[in-house]
């Protein structure tokens, strides 16, 4: 059995992607950051469905824990699914912070830079050993790096996704000689927790989120989580170092 690691699986986009590449036959290990509850419900799902899942705890924005989480990977890989490797890794976890330069804190832009972007650099370098040759990476970026997807506060926010743009062509290009091929999605205006629960705090904001979107609706978690599977599957074995928007033609 193939085995994919998704950070920041209990809830939202991290958790569909889980539960839609377990559909596919593989197992899964899931990360959570504040919501343990939320990656056992991810398990709960998977399970429900036959398919086999473990949580971990991470904190993407603390590379200092990445050694043991390495570790903890290789014992859970051989007593799980007594293999040395693993498949697919989805480097999805993060969050978002809305500020306008002229009040953003360098706390706060240190703070979206850890998770954002160092952390998916420094985690990939860490797990790269355990990453079986002709495996998958798929980065969870956002059309806020992109020109059609500029709204005012997100600066620092679309600044490292950006970053998670280039580092996913650097590294396509530098795994390549293994056979591990590299591939973000850029997520649109979807329906998650990000942002503090925005959509839930907002409602207001939907409507005119779709009307700007040309197929008329925001995103869902689902629609997001099917790309994700879609990449890392041998359906993709000849697609690497591209950036896939999938925001229902938003600002089309």
């Not at 709960?44 to 086999?52: D, L, S």
């Not at 976890?93 to 952390?119: W, Y």
């Amino acid at each position: 059995m193939k085995v994919a690691i998704v950070t920041g699986a209990s809830s939202g986009i991290g958790q569909s992607a889980a539960i839609e590449i377990a559909r596919r036959g593989t197992g899964v290990i899931l990360t959570y950051g504040s919501n343990p509850r939320g990656g056992q419900e991810t398990v709960a799902a998977i399970e429900k469905e036959g398919g086999t899942a473990v949580a971990l705890p991470l904190d993407l924005g603390d590379s200092s824990t990445f050694a043991a989480f390495h570790d903890t990977v290789a014992r859970v890989l051989h007593d799980t699914w007594r293999r040395d490797t693993f498949d697919h890794l989805v480097n999805n976890a993060g969050f978002a912070r809305s500020s306008l330069i002229e009040d953003t804190t360098e706390e706060t832009f240190d703070r979206l830079m850890r998770v954002l972007l160092k952390g998916p650099y420094f985690l990939t370098q860490r797990l790269l050993p355990l990453l079986a040759d002709g495996g998958a990476i798929v980065n969870t970026s956002s059309n806020a790096a992109a020109t059609a997807g500029l709204e005012p506060g997100y600066s620092a926010y679309a600044s490292m996704k950006g970053g998670l743009d280039v580092l996913t062509r650097y590294m396509a290009k530098e795994f390549s000689p293994r056979g591990i091929r590299v591939n973000s999605v850029s997520p649109g205006s979807t329906r998650t927790r990000i942002g503090d629960d925005a959509f839930t705090r907002f409602p207001e904001v939907v409507p005119a989120l779709a009307a700007r979107t040309a197929l008329g609706r925001v995103g869902e978690p689902d629609d997001i989580g099917a790309m994700i599977a879609t990449l890392v599957s041998e359906e993709s074995r000849w697609v690497t170092a591209q950036n896939i928007e999938v925001s229902g033609g938003y600002n089309l």
